[in-house]
């Protein structure tokens, strides 16, 4: 998510506002979703730009306590609620929502939870190593002390895209041996055994890509995201639109590969089908080409927009397509779910 402080009352600048606006295109009486509320950046902004209502989703309860504030503000035009994003179908239901005129998404961690050092996702900070966006379910300290080392370095590989995927997960077995690994510091440590510690000339963390990973895995956000692609795609009205902001490859992935199999671009079903033009009609028009990106200026001023990608559709008319994770190029390995 953007940079951001934990404070609704103040004025947020989400990564790339402009162009997320700009794709979701709010209007006087429509309703909107964001799924990602974090520190009410895209909230405000939408209830700024038109006279709308907004759902604001987060699983962070933290978020939701600090964002009373933006319904005192704006009273009935918005809601907040404590949920995941995958399940908005029956969040939006319970609060009165049939369909909506717009969703955006803006996925992975905010900055506001990597700045609090008792919830344990940053190596910069020592804390309790638990990572749970949610609080709830099994925590990183859970994974590294209990998983075998095999499903440790397949999570570190393709959840991090670590190619030190195995030496770091033999490092966090032979730590775990010694003492349980239950504070961020710790895992650093342990993961230094496997890189050294990090040189001048490096250009990130030797502990990100294995702080990314055991996120991604605690809080399931691969499954999460198709989950949500696919909640989006039934509750937009015709004319809806979909905006997803990504700051990590494999989630954008998801989403091109979501929105090309959406909007015609991929098979999808039976190939002969394809070929005589019986192929189901594409649930998504697409608005624009690939994906946007932060402006240079965006880009100086806060690093983090560097490897943001904005993609997007607009809804048709036609039936959303089958829930099936294999069309848009998940593969999440054998063992790496908790």
Known sequence: MATETANPTAPHVPVMLAEVLDALSPRDGGVYVDGTFGAGGYTRAILAAADCRVVAIDRDPAAIAAGHVLEEQFGDRVTLLEGRFSEMESLLEEAGVADVDGIV?????????????ERGFSFMRDGPLDMRMGGQGPSAADAV??????????IIYILGEEPKSRAIAKAIVA???????MTTLALVKAVERATGRQRPQDRIHPATRTFQALRIHVNA???????????????????????????HSLEDRIVKRFLASRGGKLPHGSRHALEFGQGPAPSFDLPFKGHLGASEAEARINPRARSAKLRAGIRTT????????????????????H
């Open 105 to 117: 998404l803006d996925i992975g961690v905010s900055s506001m939870q990597l700045d609090q050092a």
């Open 145 to 154: 002390n209990t998983l075998p080392q095999d499903v440790l370095a397949n």
């Open 175 to 181: 730590a775990r041996a010694e003492a349980p690994i």
């Open 221 to 247: 956000e691969l499954d999460e995201l198709v989950e949500a692609l696919h909640a989006a795609e039934r509750l937009l009205k015709p004319g809806g639109r979909l905006v997803v902001v990504t700051f």
């Open 318 to 337: 036609a039936a959303p397509l089958a829930s099936i994770a294999d069309d848009i190029g998940v593969r999440v390995p054998k063992g790496t779910r």
